[in-house]
């Protein structure tokens, strides 16, 4: 039926058809408008009631950091330490709780003991005449801090409960108090709240209003999701406030106005009437247009359309009108030339796409292959994980480490290989970066590679806002560990090495009081008067043995203050009277541990011109050193003798002996083949670098199960350089 209209017929069929459809979209329009009208203000209701939301809780997190300022302040943590230890006087702790909480715009501060009982309360709606019986909290017992709303008093506030520690030492720490912070809630915050999220508010109880944005509303009509108040209607959203103390304060409305969604929907009704009346006038118009323009140009554009839908181009031809289809005809024209060139320059372009392509997957592949290199070079540790700890690929490095490849370790938990759990450690970097979508590290113990590393990991490759693969690189720092620990070891010594200088000084002066006492009742008894007395050998016997200690003491106090200095000073120095006092004072040592002491000292001149503090400490390391090798008793000799380089001194032990496989890394700094905490590693280290210092000789013979030897040569006249101060 169609193909017997006229052109100008369906031209004006089409129009018609046109008319109705927008008719028709229009109506829809208008029906969808409405609906994303309506939808769009209730969103508005929900993020408004969102942000108020995140107000009050942004206020309560903001009481609840507060908490940690009190926590953090040492002069009010001291305070509550005294008051709970001594019972001192409270005003002071309540005078710096006033002085702290006024600045801060806060209305309430409760100090409470450990045992809940009520210390000091700052109550800036209650003043000291109203204040009501001190309270006991009962409920902080198993809570570190607790936050939320309650009504205290009478008065709605944001509180915050908190611990509050204090550290009487850097190695203890115990709670000492509970404390309560509060805010109110009162029209004024309200207000503020409102004029951030845009929408009133209200607090009611039941139907009673507690709290209100506006003035002069005393009651509410609430219908499901909308209520009437002061003459306007609000979509409203509830929301229950609980109290931390487990009841119910009431109910939170968030009320938006309606007044915005009447004049849009007004607005909107009269835009779509508009629009139907001049797409009537508009199709009109368009349909005279059409009929007398189109008719000879559309036929000559379809002959052209035919030509090109076949695969051949147009013939030479023009379009001289000015109407739109004339434009569209000379347009088509242009499209066609251009389409031939087009497609000539294509197959040439196509060529040239294949080449690049080839180049550029050449490159990418020797791009992989330098990362695969680089990756496998580093010496740290490497892994690649996914998000489930499953191991992707892991480097050179750790798969000789591991004696592992690649293909073996797919798939399994790094957990798995590296700890040897069942499951990823609390302080695991990779679970922190999951976390926090962000880099970590911390320092962690691999029994299975070693002792102490630096983990660290980070994303690798992020879809969206999900990690999905990690790196994670470890890096041995036991050296570095060892090194903290014998710093802090070196620390101590030198503090119990000026202890040790300054209680000689302190014994000094007693033990020769002794000495001197000792001495005249020996020469008292020693008169003719008193040897008869009765028991007269006993006591002159005993005062002899106490005269001798005293004495013995004193050159014990001699050898630590000789030890306690660490001055380069060259003098002459007996290296016989150096062992003798070594020996004394390693003495309970030695009797403690049942060893048998051998000295062997020649008739010749032992004496050194060299820093006795040095000379000291050298075969004090040694005589140390050979001690400890036998814990279960033993034989210490200890020879002196003529060299050739001038003195030759022997330390010999009937320990175990040393490994042959560790006994060159003995003089190295902090090896040690003694339990973890017994040795430091430094001793015959320090030894070795002082003998070499003098230009000696420092040497070790060990046979496994048979003891040790150390050797020790120096030159009598020797040429060490004293160090340079500063």
């Known amino acids: 039926m169609l193909e017997n209209l006229s052109y100008k017929n369906k031209i004006i069929l ?3 058809i046109v008319f109705f459809l927008i008719s028709a979209s229009l109506v829809f329009i208008y029906a969808i408008s409405k609906d994303n009208l309506i939808a769009g203000h209730n969103n508005r209701l929900e993020t408004t009631a969102q942000l108020t939301t995140n107000l009050l809780n942004r206020d309560v997190e903001g009481v609840e950091k507060v908490i940690s300022l009190f926590e953090e302040n040492k002069t009010l943590t001291e305070y509550l330490y005294i008051t709970n230890r001594m019972g001192q006087d409270k005003e002071p702790l309540e005078e710096l709780s006033k002085n702290i909480i006024n600045p801060l715009n806060f ?14 309360r700052v109550d800036t709606d209650y003043p000291e005449d109203r204040k009501g019986p001190p309270e006991k909290l009962t409920f902080m017992k198993d809570k570190k801090n607790i936050s939320g709303f309650a009504i205290n008093n009478g008065i709605l506030r944001i509180l915050a409960l908190g611990t509050m520690t204090f550290k ?4 203890e720490q115990e709670d000492i108090s509970y404390i309560k912070i509060g805010a109110n809630i009162d029209t004024k915050y309200l207000n503020f709240i409102k004029k951030i999220s845009g929408n009133d508010i209200f607090v009611m109880k039941g139907s009673d209003i507690q709290l209100s944005t506006q003035e002069g509303v005393s009651s509410v009509d609430i219908s499901g999701q909308t209520m009437e108040a002061g003459g306007n209607r609000y979509s409203i959203k509830s929301i229950p406030l609980g109290s931390i103390y487990g009841e119910e304060i009431g109910t939170l409305i968030i009320a938006l106005s309606q007044k915005d969604l009447a004049a849009a929907l007004k607005k909107l009704r009269f835009t779509i009437i508009l629009l139907a009346l001049g797409s009537i006038l508009i199709a009109g118009l368009l349909g005279l247009a059409l009929t007398k323009t189109l008719t000879s140009p559309l036929n000559k554009l379809v002959r052209l359309t035919e030509q ?11 379009f001289s009108g000015s109407d739109e289809v004339s434009v569209l005809g000379r347009h088509f024209l242009e499209m066609t030339k251009k389409l031939k060139d087009q497609k000539k320059a294509l197959a040439s372009y196509t060529t040239g796409l294949e080449d690049a392509v080839m180049k550029r997957t050449r490159e990418l592949f020797n791009s992989r ?5 680089t990756f496998n070079a580093i010496k740290d540790y490497i892994l690649i994980v996914d998000r489930d700890y499953s191991i992707v690929r892991a480097n050179k490095t750790l798969l000789d480490r591991i004696a592992l490849t690649n293909q073996e370790l797919s798939g399994k938990k790094c957990y798995e290989v590296l700890c040897g759990e069942k499951g990823a450690p609390d302080a695991c970097p990779i679970k922190t970066t999951l976390e926090t979508k962000g880099p970590s590290f911390t320092e962690i113990r691999y029994y299975k590679l070693g002792e102490y590393f630096m983990a660290s990991a980070a994303p690798l490759s992020i879809k969206g806002n999900i990690i999905t693969n990690i790196v994670y690189v470890v890096k041995d720092i036991t050296e570095r560990h060892n090194m903290q620990l014998q710093m802090i070891n070196a620390e101590k010594l030198a503090s119990m090495g000026q202890m040790a200088a300054g209680f000689a000084h302190e014994i000094n002066n007693p033990m020769a009081a002794i000495a001197g006492c000792t001495e005249l009742l020996i020469d008292q008894l020693d008169s003719n008067e008193l040897k008869n007395i009765p ?11 106490i005269y001798r200690e005293a004495f013995r003491c004193k050159d014990i106090i001699r050898g630590m203050l000789r030890f306690s200095r660490r001055q380069f000073e060259k003098s002459t120095v007996e290296v016989d009277l150096i062992i003798r006092e070594i020996l004394s004072l390693l003495d309970h040592i030695i009797k403690h541990q049942r060893i048998n002491v051998v000295e062997e000292y ?4 032992n004496s050194l011109h060299a820093d006795e503090g040095e000379i000291r400490q050298i075969f004090l390391a040694l005589v140390v050193n050979a001690i400890d090798a036998m814990p279960e008793g033993g034989t210490l000799t200890i020879k002196t003798m003529e060299s050739v380089e001038g003195i030759r001194v022997t330390v010999h032990d009937t320990g175990p002996g040393i490994p042959r496989d560790v006994q060159n890394r003995i003089f190295e700094p902090f090896f040690t083949t003694k339990p973890v905490g017994k040795g430091t590693g430094l001793g015959l280290f320090i030894a070795f670098n002082m003998v070499k210092k003098y230009h000696g000789k420092l040497e070790l013979e060990s046979t496994n199960g048979q003891g040790s030897i150390f050797s020790v040569s120096l030159p009598v006249i020797n040429t060490a350089e004293e160090p340079e101060e500063g």
């Open 369 to 373: 292959e330098e990362w695969i290199s």
């Open 14 to 16: 089409f129009i018609a």
């Open 107 to 120: 209305s309430l501060l409760v100090l409470y003991d450990i045992n809940g009982e009520e210390l000091v």
């Open 535 to 545: 028991q007269f050998e006993y006591f002159h016997d005993y005062l002899n043995i």
């Open 602 to 605: 020649k008739n010749t001149d």
């Open 168 to 171: 009487p030492s850097p190695y």
């Open 308 to 318: 090109v839908g076949s695969g051949r181009f147009p013939e030479e031809t023009s």
